[in-house]
């Protein structure tokens, strides 16, 4: 018995972690629009919270879209460290170079926001429209 409560909460404390991350995301993506700089603390809290609260009111659709953009962000990393030549790298150009991979300011990447998004938005799909041929089977 224990274990399950345990497990239920669990599952409602990343729920919300996930709908406050996306808030985040979100967040420092319109900001870049529309200043400098790291957007303001106070903002980056409450659009945490907002994130977290709408979360758990579409707690299915948080975990297909999170999943979804994840494993999209998995494989547009995955791609670009297998294929050197994709991050732009030339001969002769330094393996220990050091950069931040986020998904709106990659260096020599300009692909990958654009897969990243191809990717999570299919991958989306494929999971709304699994999940409901698999409902309408039974």
């Known amino acids: ?17 996930v709908g406050a991350g996306i808030g ?6 319109a900001w ?3 200043g400098t700089g790291d957007p303001p603390a106070v903002a980056i809290i409450a659009v945490a919270v907002v994130g977290a609260v709408g979360a758990m ?7 297909v879209v999170g999943t979804a953009f994840m494993g999209a962000w998995t494989i547009v990393l995955s791609w670009a460290n297998a294929f050197p030549a994709a991050k732009g790298l030339t001969r002769g150009a330094s393996d220990t ?5 986020y998904p709106t300011s990659a260096p020599g990447l300009r692909w ?5 998004i191809g990717l999570g938005l299919l991958g989306t799909a494929v999971q709304l429209t699994t ?3 698999a409902k309408k089977r039974r």
């Open 1 to 17: 018995f224990l274990g399950s409560v345990v497990l239920v909460f669990a599952w409602f404390v990343g729920v919300a972690l």
């Open 24 to 29: 985040v995301l979100v967040a420092h993506v």
């Open 32 to 34: 870049s629009q529309i």
């Open 57 to 63: 009111f579409v707690q299915k659709y948080v975990i």
């Open 97 to 101: 170079e050091v950069w931040i991979f």
């Open 112 to 116: 990958a926001p654009i897969a990243w």
């Open 131 to 133: 999940t409901a041929s």
